[in-house]
C-alpha cells in the first residue's frame, strides 16, 4: 500500500469512528430528552361563589368587586362578577336565577326590595344554595346573613352632620338612587328622623334618580327652578352628590347651596376638595366583598355565622381631606 493511501485509508477510519460516536452521542440524547411536557395548570378552586350586584360598572360596586376578588384569592375561590349593566331589577333578579339555576355554591347580592327580591332569595335558599346580601338588606327573607352600612343609621348621621354644617337652618331637597329600594328608603327615613326635631330645617322635595348620574343633575336642576329657596341636598347613593354637585357649579351656587353626599369615588372627593360637595357618607365597600366571601366559606364549612355585620360607615367633611386608607376606598384610583 502506498503511504498516500495508507494515510487516506486512515483518516477514513478516523472520519467513520467520529461520525458513528456523533450519531450515538446525539441518538442516545434525542431517545432520552425529556420532550416539554405541555403542562396544564388546572387551577383547583374550593368552592364557587355569585356577586351580583345592582349596577356592574358602577365604580362604588367595582370596589365591592375588588373587596371579594382579595379574598377569592385568598381562598382559593372561583368568584364570578356578574349583573345588569346599568341599574335594572329585572334583569338583577333574572341573573340570581341563572346563577342558582347553575348550581353555584352560594350567592352575595343585595335584597333592594320586599315584594321581589324576598320570594326569590328564600326559593334560592330553599333550593340549598346559601345567599348572603350584601350592601342592601332583605331582612324579612329567608337570606343567612347581611353584610354592609346600617342604612339607616348612615342616613341618620348624614342629617346630623347637615344640621351641624348649617347651624340648623337649611330648605333641603333629597335625591335619591330610588323610591322603593330598601337601602335608599332607609337613608332617606334616617335622615328625615334626624332632621324631624329641627325647626329651621325643611324638607321641601324628594326626587328619583334611578342610580344615574345624569338623572341626579337633572333632578338637582329642576329642584332649583321649582324651589329656588332650596340651599342643601342630600344625595343618598354613589352618584347622587356628584350629579348636584354638576349642576351646582354651573349655576355658580357652591357658596350658597350646602351638599352632603354618599360615598368616596373619586369625583366625589374631587369635588370636595374644590369645596363643592361639603361632606360624604363614607362605606366601606371592599371591606363588604372581601368580609362577604370569608362569611359564605365560613358558613359553607358549618361555622356559625352572625346574621347581620355592620361594616363601619362615618361622615369625612372637607376639612378631613385627605383620607386615611385611600385605597380601599378608591379614592386614589
Ligand atoms: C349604594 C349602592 C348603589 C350605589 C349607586 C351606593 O351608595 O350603597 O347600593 O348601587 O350607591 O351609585
Excluded at 330553599?126 to 331582612?139: F, L
Excluded at 347613593?237 to 348636584?244: K, R
Excluded at 351656587?253 to 361639603?278: A, H, S, W
Amino acid at each position: 500500500m502506498s503511504r498516500l493511501s495508507i494515510t487516506a485509508y486512515t483518516f477514513g477510519i478516523i472520519f467513520f469512528l467520529v461520525s458513528c460516536s456523533f450519531a450515538g452521542f446525539y441518538g442516545y440524547k434525542v431517545v432520552t430528552h425529556h420532550l416539554p411536557k405541555e403542562e396544564k395548570k388546572i387551577e383547583k378552586y374550593n368552592y364557587h361563589f355569585m356577586l351580583v350586584p345592582e349596577e356592574l360598572d358602577n365604580e362604588y360596586w367595582r370596589l365591592v368587586e375588588k373587596g371579594a376578588r382579595a379574598a377569592a384569592k385568598d381562598y382559593h375561590i372561583m368568584l364570578e362578577y356578574v349583573g345588569p349593566k346599568q341599574a335594572n331589577i329585572e334583569d338583577h333578579l333574572k341573573t340570581i336565577e341563572m346563577s342558582a339555576a347553575s348550581k353555584v355554591d352560594g350567592i352575595m347580592t343585595q335584597g333592594l326590595s320586599d315584594e321581589q327580591f324576598t320570594p326569590l332569595i328564600n326559593r334560592v335558599v330553599e333550593k340549598g344554595i346559601p345567599v348572603i346580601t350584601v350592601d342592601t338588606d332583605a331582612a324579612n327573607s329567608k337570606r343567612i346573613a347581611y353584610i354592609g352600612t346600617d342604612n339607616y343609621y348612615s342616613g341618620f348621621l348624614a342629617g346630623k352632620a347637615l344640621i351641624a354644617d348649617t347651624k340648623g337652618q337649611a330648605n333641603v331637597a333629597i335625591i335619591t338612587g330610588s323610591f322603593i329600594k330598601n337601602h335608599q328608603i332607609q337613608r332617606v327615613k334616617g335622615f328625615r328622623d334626624a332632621v324631624m326635631a329641627e325647626k329651621g330645617i325643611q324638607i321641601v322635595d324628594v326626587e328619583e334618580s334611578e342610580i344615574s348620574r345624569v338623572k341626579a343633575a337633572e333632578k338637582a336642576y329642576k329642584i332649583l327652578q321649582d324651589h329656588p329657596e332650596v340651599n342643601a341636598f342630600f344625595g343618598t347613593s354613589a352618584l347622587d352628590g356628584i350629579g348636584i354637585a354638576q349642576v351646582v357649579e354651573k349655576y355658580n351656587k357652591q357658596d350658597q347651596v350646602y351638599i352632603v353626599g354618599f360615598d368616596t369615588l373619586p369625583e366625589t372627593i374631587n369635588y370636595m376638595r374644590k369645596g363643592t360637595i361639603k361632606a360624604t357618607v363614607v362605606q366601606e365597600p371592599f371591606e363588604m366583598g372581601y368580609k362577604a366571601v370569608k362569611m359564605m366559606i365560613d358558613l359553607i364549612e358549618g361555622q356559625k355565622v352572625p346574621p347581620i355585620v355592620h361594616t363601619d360607615t362615618r361622615i369625612l367633611r372637607v376639612g378631613d381631606l385627605p383620607v386615611s386608607n385611600q385605597d380601599r376606598l378608591g379614592v386614589n384610583r
